[in-house]
């Protein structure tokens, strides 16, 4: 009995060890956010960290063709504003994010992809109420240079 206790606890440990969220050496390539919100176009941005972009992810990609648009299309910010995207990103709460993991009781919802040498590592569906605020206010700087 004791054994199958400890066997369970150490199994929960090794778990919560080993998550994604909680590793602070791992380092993410590319990371998408995106926000669900009241109107019908979401609003998609990718951010790739190694060469410090940011890009708006068009949501009609069948409609590309005919109006002469790209799928992704590059946003400009100053350096410092590049600067201040980017070190918020090392600065995030991944166990915030991690505990309202799947969470979007309701109509308006971020999600947030991440992605490791173009592998999907975790994506996590969190309702507007329940998202960090480190992670909204990330949102709020690159939408407003869009």
Do not use: C
Not at 15 to 39: A, C, H, L, P, W
Not at 94 to 107: A, I
Not at 132 to 141: H, I, Q, R, V
């Amino acid at each position: 009995m004791t054994t199958r206790i400890i066997l369970t606890i150490s199994i929960l440990t090794l778990n919560y060890v080993n998550s994604f969220s909680q590793t602070t050496k791992e380092k993410i390539d590319r990371m998408t956010i995106s926000y669900y919100g009241d109107s019908l176009i979401t609003q998609q941005y990718e951010l790739i960290v190694k060469s410090k972009r940011v890009y708006f992810i068009t949501p009609h990609a069948s409609y590309l063709h005919s109006k002469g648009e790209k799928y992704k299309r590059p946003i400009k910010f100053n350096k410092e504003e590049k600067e201040k995207i980017f070190s918020q990103i090392g600065k995030l709460s991944w166990t915030g994010l991690e505990q309202n993991k799947d969470r979007s009781n309701g109509k308006r919802y971020y999600s947030v992809n991440v992605y490791k040498e173009d592998r999907l590592i975790d994506n996590y569906k969190v309702s507007e109420e329940l998202l960090p605020s480190d992670f909204k206010t990330l949102y709020d700087a690159i939408s407003s240079g869009k």
